[in-house]
């Protein structure tokens, strides 16, 4: 699994042996990386046919690794009840009706904002479900003063909302990246206008530079950004301000926001499946999710573990807009090599942001960058 902390190791050794704990005849050895580097990791010690039993797969990296794994459908009777866990992570985590992880963590995209800028421009807190023209309005109010209403860069994850929630769709029906079509023109360009016609937002720095919108934030410059549930504990311990959660903004009454999320599967190598089936069970189960929930690791994928991470993250406005936003959420699929067409946005949609070039000529850089 990845871990980017000596915290995030802990918690994964705790799980490891409390595998051992229940089964005495399983030994778990835990291997870790950081993040930035896990799915390289992964790729090179399958080409040296020396992938772990166990892995930690992401749902957007399906199209990418996800023929490592095996299918879990039949391996998981009597030891877990796919039922317990939120539906649209397991439906990220499965393809072509093959269930290859067993979900640890979700997140839906939402909008964390700054409750003190909110009181002190008099404007009343977003409520779960608002309109893009409400939105907008609190956007413009909050903007004065060198600060702004919101920001937002190029990354998909924060843009794909926008084109959701208009019926919009940015893969084709093989699976391949469809950035040009008018849905996602339109989507993308309704954000770009929030930074070069309506003026809310920041333009961005010449270099894109990754997680920019999240330090403007909580650095206090804007009011509002999009972000995912397992930034909010850290959040709200290390900025000096109220913070509020809310849905990305409703377009003609319709919100769908994407979602990120991780399980653990069996790869295709692994000789003992079934002891490692029984692994699993322990490691993401009712008591596993319940001890990183109270330990704010992470918002819990077992539906039931997840009161005791809003007892943690202890924001009086987290439940409803999350609640909310996995009514409609999108899985978030993507095409293999996603990753380049994040890394494309960043390179070119400063340009966007900045005035330099239109939303849809941004578009068409990036779809011909990734073919």
């Not at 330090?215 to 509020?244: C, H, K, S, Y």
């Amino acid at each position: 699994m990845s871990a980017d902390s000596q915290a995030e190791v802990d918690v994964w050794q705790k799980l490891a042996d409390d595998v051992t704990a229940k089964y005495p005849n399983i030994t778990v050895k835990l291997e870790t990386t950081a993040y930035k580097d896990y799915y390289n990791k992964l790729t090179t010690q399958a080409a040296g046919n020396d992938l772990p039993c166990i892995a930690g797969l992401q749902a957007q990296r399906m199209a990418d690794v996800g023929s490592l794994y095996m299918p879990l459908n039949d391996k998981l009777d009597g030891l877990v009840n796919i039922d317990d866990y939120d539906s649209s992570i397991v439906d990220g985590l499965t393809d072509g009706g093959n269930l290859l992880a067993v979900p640890y963590d979700l997140g839906p995209y939402v909008i964390f904002y700054n409750v003190d800028m909110f009181k002190a421009a008099g404007i009343e807190e977003p409520q779960p479900g608002w309109t893009y023209d409400e939105f907008l309005a609190a956007a413009k109010a909050l903007t004065k003063d060198g600060k702004y209403g919101f920001a937002i860069d190029g990354t998909p994850d924060m843009w794909l909302p926008f084109v959701l929630s208009i019926g919009g769709t940015y893969l084709d029906a093989d699976g391949s990246p469809d950035l040009t079509n008018p849905k996602v023109v339109e989507g993308f360009t309704t954000v770009v206008d929030l930074a070069t016609k309506e003026k809310v937002a920041p333009a961005l720095p010449a270099t894109g530079a990754s997680n920019w919108p999240s330090d403007q934030w909580r650095n206090g410059n804007v009011a509002m950004v999009i972000d995912g549930p397992w930034q909010l504990i850290n959040a709200r311990n290390t900025v000096d301000f109220e913070v509020g959660l809310t849905t990305t903004p409703a377009i003609d009454g319709k919100s769908v926001t994407t979602m990120s999320g991780t399980g653990f599967g069996i790869t295709q190598s692994c000789s003992n499946p079934t002891e490692a089936a029984q692994a699993i069970s322990v490691i993401i189960g009712k008591d596993s999710q319940e001890y990183i929930a109270k330990e704010g690791r992470g918002f819990p994928a077992y539906k039931a573990a997840q009161q005791y991470w809003y007892e943690v993250a202890d924001v009086p406005t987290a439940k409803a807009a999350i609640d909310k936003a996995l009514e409609t959420v999108d899985p978030f699929r993507t095409a293999p090599g996603w990753n380049r067409v994040n890394s494309l946005m960043q390179q070119y949609a400063v340009q966007a942001f900045n005035g330099q070039a239109t939303p849809e000529e941004v578009l068409q850089q990036v779809q011909d960058g990734y073919k």
